[in-house]
Structure formats: C-alpha cells, structure tokens
C-alpha cells in the first residue's frame, strides 16, 4: 500500500522557469515531510523538510508547501538551472514510525 | 565530517548465497536505516535501529536481517538470495530515532544477483 505517492513519473521545464514538483499522501498521522534529490549512482541527498505545524518552508531556490486537508505536499524551484535535473523523492513520517518514500520525479531542467 | 559510508559499494553474487553489507554514519548519529530501491518501487523501508536496538521494521521476509554495533555502524544480511534481491541498497543515518530529524544517505551498495 503506497502511502505516499507522486503521480508523476517525469516533469520537463525550461531552464530560469519555475518547477513545481507534487506528493500525495494518505495517513493524515504524518507529521514530518522531507524532500530529497538523487543523481545516478549516488545516494539521495537532503534539500529541504517541514513539519505539519508549518504550511511553507523556504530554503534558497527551494519552497515546500504543506496543504494538509489535501494531504499534499509540492516542492517549488526557482528559477530552474540545468544542475537541477535529477530525480526527485519525497517522504514523509509519522513521529515514531518509519519514513515513506514516493516512487520519484524525474526532473530535466532544459537550457 | 565525514558522510555516510557504505561498503561495498557494488557485490555479484548468485542466487542461494548470502551478504552481508556494511554502512558507518555520519559521527554522532546513532540511528541508521537501511531501504531497498528497485526500479519503479521508490525506496522501501527494510529496518531501523537506534543504540543497538531495532526501533522499527518494514515489510520484508526475515532472509533480510540486520544489526548495529555500539559505535553506531550497522550491517544487513540476506540470506538465501533471490534473483528479485538485485537492488540498490540505501543506508541513512540521523541524529535521533523518529523525530523530526532528516536522514543522510550514503551512496548506496548496488547488489546484483544472478
């Protein structure tokens, strides 16, 4: 059971454009989201979190929004730089349990 | 301060066999968890502990075992390997255990079996 989903598999965006990356999740007990940023043959690297107290988390180029009536987090890059293109995690947790990770985004940050 | 660290970083074996994979945290981290990725799955929880303890448990058969030593570093152990065992296995470490504390990852030790 995917509790934490991102629908879509592959997103392309102009370089210096905005990139808007979403997840979807369905236990309303988690309470701490984080996103992450993978490149081939690497592990994931940390990029920004939130906690459910908070609805917006900024971090340089990178905001994350929590709408959690929607139980829906997306993840913002601005502007967009060709560096960016990578697959794109997020995960999320209830306080106690184990992170769940989404199935990834694909981002190609065109020049 | 030195990352997360994972040996071996790339393991052949074939099926029946069994591994065991290493992972060293980022000094002062004491809980680690380890994921599986496949193609198309994202990363699957296998085990998290935290001062020698197991703290939390994916979905796994018991083949896929674990534990972690007093300084923190921690190993898995497959068993019986399966030809659906061919992975890449993630090891993250954090400062605490459940909190609102991030994971660090290390580069992952790709497993392929045959």
């Known amino acids: 059971d995917q509790q934490v989903k991102q629908n879509s598999p592959s997103l392309s965006v102009q370089e210096g454009r905005i990139s808007i990356l979403n997840c979807d999740y369905t236990?309303?007990?988690?309470?701490?989201f984080l996103w992450y940023k993978k490149y081939p043959a690497e592990g994931p690297t940390f990029l920004i979190s939130i906690s459910s107290i908070k609805d917006k988390n900024e971090d340089g180029r990178f905001t994350v929004f929590l709408n959690k009536s929607a139980k829906h987090l997306s993840l913002h890059i601005v502007p967009s730089q060709p560096g960016d293109s990578a697959v794109y995690f997020c995960a999320a947790r209830e306080t106690g349990n184990q992170f769940y990770f989404g199935t990834g985004t694909s981002l190609t940050v065109i020049p | 301060k030195a990352g997360v660290t994972q040996t071996p970083r790339y393991l052949i074996k074939t099926r029946g066999q069994q591994v065991t994979l290493s992972c060293s945290p980022i000094s002062g981290h004491r809980s680690v968890s380890w994921y599986q990725q496949t193609p198309g799955q994202g990363l699957q929880f296998l085990f998290e502990?935290?001062?020698?303890?197991?703290?939390n448990k994916g979905n796994f058969p018991g083949r896929f075992s674990g534990r972690q030593f007093s300084n923190s570093r921690s190993e898995m152990n497959v068993s019986t390997l399966e030809l659906g065992d061919s992975a890449l296995y993630l090891c993250a470490s954090s400062l605490a255990s459940g909190g609102p504390v991030e994971q660090f990852f290390g580069p992952g030790t790709r497993l392929t079996v045959l």
């Open positions: 502990y935290f001062s020698e303890t197991q703290r």
């Open positions: 236990n309303s007990m988690f309470d701490y």
